[in-house]
């Protein structure tokens, strides 16, 4: 099955600053990658995603790049404000199926 | 337009007791999967369904666990016999169509096994 890690597991910068985590899989056929946002007792919730026919999609402050090649793709975020404090997963899914494997999660800390 | 629902949003049982959490996706989907988070991890997948269909339960636990997606009313996972390390949050989500792909997830059922 599909094996997925995110680096670091947590992350503390100062308010704005740039803040990335990037997610490294294993399943090639993987061709859906989203970032979801998860506040304390809250459910995830979806910030960004990139389909596997393009390397980088940006929202605002927020980014996401790929590499299918060396299967990774990473989360950016930039300007970080003490709101964007959560867990961030990633959770890479293929076309078929639709079930997404989660990271580990990144704990991100802004120090106001 | 309503987000994914679930209840109860809490749910406290005796070891040995069953549990049932239902989730009633966006209007307009119709593929429902099931999640499940244990405290300071990821989300793992359980079981994916579509409406009277299950398409993929490879994540769930072979005995006790059960899913049901029926033509009407919501969906329904189902855990009998319930024990400690059964306690966790478990999250649905819903997507419209395979070619969207996109999951939103409800505000989860945190079930505590006493």
């Known amino acids: 099955g599909e094996n997925v890690e995110q680096h670091p597991s947590t992350l503390s910068v100062q308010e704005g600053d740039s803040a990335v985590i990037k997610c490294t899989y294993s399943?090639?056929?993987?061709?859906?990658f989203p970032w979801y946002k998860q506040e304390l007792g809250k459910r995830p919730q979806l910030i960004i995603d990139?389909?596997?026919?393009?390397g980088e999609k940006k929202d605002q402050r927020i980014a996401v790049t790929l590499n299918k090649t060396a299967k990774h793709f990473s989360l950016h975020i930039t300007e970080t404000q003490p709101e964007d404090s959560a867990v961030y997963f990633c959770?890479?899914?293929?076309?078929?199926?639709?079930?997404?494997?989660f990271g580990g999660g990144t704990r991100v800390l802004v120090k106001p | 337009n309503a987000g994914v629902m679930q209840n109860p949003r809490h749910l406290v049982r005796r070891r040995g007791q069953e549990a049932r959490l239902r989730c009633s996706p966006m209007?307009?989907?119709?593929?429902v999967y099931w999640y499940r988070q244990l405290p300071e991890e990821g989300l793992k997948f359980m079981v994916y369904?579509?409406?009277?269909?299950?398409?993929?339960e490879s994540g769930m636990p072979k005995e006790r666990f059960s899913a049901e997606f029926p033509k009407e009313g919501p969906s329904i996972l189902r855990i009998q016999q319930v024990v400690r390390g059964d306690s966790a949050a478990y999250f649905c989500?819903?997507?419209?169509?395979?070619?969207?792909?996109?999951?939103?997830f409800g505000p989860g059922t945190r079930l505590t096994v006493t």
């Open positions: 369904l579509q409406k009277e269909n299950i398409i993929d």
């Open positions: 990139i389909r596997s026919n393009v």
């Open positions: 959770a890479p899914g293929k076309a078929a199926g639709n079930k997404l494997t």
């Open positions: 399943d090639s056929a993987s061709n859906y």
């Open positions: 989500a819903s997507s419209p169509d395979l070619q969207n792909r996109e999951q939103y």
């Open positions: 209007k307009g989907h119709s593929h």
